[in-house]
């Protein structure tokens, strides 16, 4: 049963990749996999002799000797737990995505906009790079991405073009999210997981992932596609600036940068303060739009009244529903790999196939081999999903806090993901937002995402001699 819930997974995967031959919207075989996936778990739940509890990161042991009820109840434990952690990071993405609407219903991203001078193609791209490598770090790479690309969108008007641009941002996005513990999922949950400190991570990843980012940048800026200067229409320079597009632009991002420190004092998850975030904006929003909105309408001539007049309303409708069940589809078919314990044995076989890490990495032939197997994982976190290999990390390695290994797995997983576009959160996104064709990415971003991710490994062995 397992190799048939493989086969599934991976047939659903392909299917994912060749949208746009098979004509056939991404979202429909991520769903459907995700469903069969988990039917045939249940059908087959008798059968299993081994179960990987989440919540514990740990493979369960003896549980074939289980009865059929201790089986089934914990697999709808295991269930809810994967579409809660699932929800969490759905509702965090859907409340920053209304908040970047709303900004942009007041024209907010024009001020941004008009600090970019330049229009040489060169000078956007370093500028796009280094703003997304700070702001993934402060307010994660999901949300700089999907930040960023809005602005793009409003600069660069040629489609061909500005999916370079957004290629790039992917890159550099990840690269900032890895050095911070709220820069991306993968290091909050090391973070979380009392596997790695503050301090110690930015001291660590700070200087391999900026040279991650510096890299492929450096080298896209000598491309074809980013010489000369971009062209402008006329038309757009005429369009009115609302007078609240600067308040809205600080308020929306200062809101967004609160959610970590609103966690950090209630210890609540992101989501939370993200719906507080979003409350408040949209407050600020129906007072300069002078506009009387309820958020639950029953009178439905009413409502389409408001509806082109509430900027809450108005961004909620225009929010990208199919990228969001996009993503529930692939995270919980990953989650149902992990819950077999699939994804955690393809990690232990590295393991045993390779002599293993441990006290001994700076001491003879451990070291080289070592970095190979986080190297791999890295690769791994591009092709199914960094979330669950950092998971069976948590419970395969024991080494203790701010060792250097936990460090490399952050990095890897972090910015491996950049090498194909469904390899990140950040990725999904960017492809959702600009219908990115996954061979495109496959064939003109990913060779300077792995030259991007080796220089930063590379830039990590020597530094981390240093601590």
């Keep these: 049963m397992e190799s048939v819930i493989i086969l599934v997974f991976v047939m659903g995967y392909l299917a994912i990749t060749l949208e746009h031959s098979i004509k056939i919207d991404k979202l429909i075989p991520a769903l459907v996999m995700m469903a069969i996936c988990w039917a045939l778990i249940a059908l087959g739940l008798e059968g299993f002799s081994q179960w990987f509890d989440s919540s514990e990161h740990v493979l369960l042991e003896g549980f074939g000797s289980f009865t059929s009820d201790d089986k089934m109840h914990l697999m709808e434990e295991t269930l809810l737990h994967h579409l809660g952690k699932t929800s969490e990071i759905l509702v965090f993405l859907l409340g920053a995505m209304t908040i970047v609407e709303i900004i942009d219903y007041f024209d907010g991203f024009s001020t941004i906009k008009d600090f970019i001078k330049t229009k040489k193609k060169t000078k956007i791209l370093w500028i796009f790079s280094i703003l997304a490598f700070i702001l993934s770090a402060i307010i994660d790479n999901l949300t700089a991405t999907i930040v960023l690309i809005s602005i793009l969108q409003k600069i660069v008007k040629d489609r061909s073009i500005r999916i370079w641009f957004a290629g790039l941002i992917i890159i550099a996005a990840n690269a900032g999210g890895a050095w911070s513990p709220i820069g991306d999922v993968t290091t909050t949950m090391l973070w979380i997981g009392k596997k790695v400190t503050t301090g110690h991570l930015i001291g660590y990843l700070f200087v391999p992932s900026l040279i991650c980012m510096i890299v492929p940048s450096f080298i896209a800026s000598f491309l074809p596609v980013f010489k000369g200067d971009l062209e402008v229409e006329e038309e757009l320079e005429t369009k009115k600036k609302s007078k609240f597009s600067s308040t809205m632009l600080y308020l929306g991002l200062g809101a967004i940068v609160f959610v970590p420190i609103f966690k950090m004092i209630t210890h609540l998850p992101p989501y939370v303060g ?194």
């Design 274 to 467: 993200m719906m507080l975030s979003l409350g408040v904006v949209a407050i600020f929003a129906e007072i300069y739009s002078s506009s009387k909105f309820s958020l639950t309408e029953f009178d439905s001539e009413e409502s389409d009244a408001h509806a082109h007049h509430s900027p809450v309303h108005q961004s909620l409708s225009k929010i990208e529903l199919p990228s969001i069940l996009f993503f529930l589809g692939i995270l919980m078919a990953v989650a149902a790999l992990e819950s077999l314990g699939i994804l955690f044995n393809f990690a232990e076989s590295l393991q045993d196939s390779m002599p293993m890490l441990g006290t001994e990495m700076h001491q003879g032939s451990h070291k080289g081999v070592s970095d190979l197997v986080v190297l791999l994982l890295g690769v791994g976190s591009a092709v199914i999903d960094n979330v669950p290999l950092v998971a069976a990390s948590l419970g395969m390695f024991h080494e203790p806090i701010d060792n250097e290994l936990w460090h490399f797995i952050a990095y890897s997983a972090g910015t491996g993901g950049s090498m194909l576009i469904i390899g990140s959160a950040a990725g999904v996104v960017a492809m959702g937002m600009e219908k990115i064709d996954f061979f495109w990415y496959l064939k003109k971003i990913s060779w300077l995402a792995l030259l991007g991710f080796l220089a930063g490994a590379a830039a990590f062995m020597v530094t981390r001699t240093l601590f």
